[in-house]
């Protein structure tokens, strides 16, 4: 075989293999964010989610909103029912020190 056409069908098979490496994208959220701006964050998270990446929710609380938790669990599930059609819940909200995380995936 000549060493030209080794190299050329290397550089083709080397093109052709473009696989997008699944990564992980977080989403931060507060639990009294406002309608608005957590349409905008589900929004990016279904673009992340379309692209074939994982997408972690984060929750983070401050002062004394970590004594109402149930806050931070409807907002999260408010982000999993908005990318309901698209994703599943591969870890579900858990609360870690004043941060609620809740993991997605493509279905």
Do not use: W
């Amino acid at each position: 075989m000549d060493y030209g056409k080794f190299k050329y069908e290397l550089k083709k098979k080397h093109q052709g293999s473009k696989h997008h490496e699944s990564e992980l994208h977080e989403v931060r959220v507060r639990p009294k964010i406002d309608k608005h701006d957590l349409s905008y964050k589900i929004d990016k998270a279904r673009e992340f989610l379309l692209r074939g990446d994982k997408v972690q929710v984060n929750c983070l609380f401050r002062g004394r909103e970590l004594a109402h938790q149930e806050l931070g669990i409807n907002v999260c599930s408010t982000v999993a029912k908005g990318v309901e059609d698209i994703a599943k819940i591969e870890r579900p909200a858990k609360l870690e020190g004043r941060r609620m995380t809740m993991l997605l995936t493509k279905k």
